[in-house]
């Protein structure tokens, strides 16, 4: 058999993930097996384990995919660019902008299958870290503008971030599991009390004075 090409194990790896992905949004990724996704995929079991050598491998490669899809919106987004945005203001880009209800449902499966899977646990606090700290950079400008003298600006903006991803956790699960809920409402009131630098109805996103 000829040896594929870079470009063909690239394609063939991301016809798996997205097979894998499709069978985890349905069954969960406790009900998924690797029959599940050869079948969904269409190749050949040997095909499967030439890239992948287990379940456990698949789903790594899942989440980190995930996650990394949210970075670079993030990053894509101009927020690391300068700009000054209050932490009601982000919680708003993210939920709204960032994360579609497909990544959301996403994420939910892997906080709930964590706690029975340490490798993945491990996966899921790496990624939660990484994300705080984006959130923290994207926060510092406004939290450099609203310290208190001898207060640490980058603790500020970590702090912010901190409350940004707890509220937005738990908006997400309410909206999943409730689906019928108003979402704009339950956003108001679930952000209510994050600093905010603008009217509700906006992101809450000024130019930076520093930026020309």
């Not at 603790?155 to 809920?181: E, I, K, Q, W």
Request: glycine share 8%; aromatic share 6%; with cysteine.
């Amino acid at each position: 058999m000829p040896r594929l090409s870079e470009e063909t194990k690239s394609a063939r790896r991301r016809q798996i993930m997205d097979a894998a992905r499709a069978c985890f949004e349905r069954r969960g990724f406790s009900g998924t097996s690797m029959a599940d996704i050869i079948e969904e995929s269409g190749l050949s079991a040997g095909s499967i384990y030439s890239h992948f050598g287990s379940k456990d491998e698949i789903l790594r490669q899942t989440a980190e995919g995930i996650v990394g899809a949210a970075e670079r919106a993030l990053a894509e987004s101009g927020v690391l660019e300068g700009l000054v945005i209050a932490p009601r203001g982000m919680a708003r880009l993210v939920a709204k902008r960032l994360l579609s209800p497909r990544l959301v449902r996403m994420f939910l499966q892997f906080w709930a299958e964590a706690p029975l899977n340490p490798e993945l646990a491990a996966l899921v606090r790496g990624n939660l870290d990484r994300a705080l700290s984006l959130l923290s950079r994207a926060l510092l400008p406004w939290a450099a503008a609203q310290a208190e003298p001898g207060e640490e600006a980058e603790r500020l903006a970590r702090s912010a971030a901190s409350a940004v991803m707890a509220t937005l956790h738990g908006y997400f699960v309410r909206l999943t599991v409730d689906p019928a809920l108003d979402a704009e409402a339950l956003f108001r009131d679930v952000t209510r009390f994050l600093p905010g630098g603008g009217p509700d109805e906006g992101p809450d996103v000024v130019p930076s004075p520093a930026r020309p």
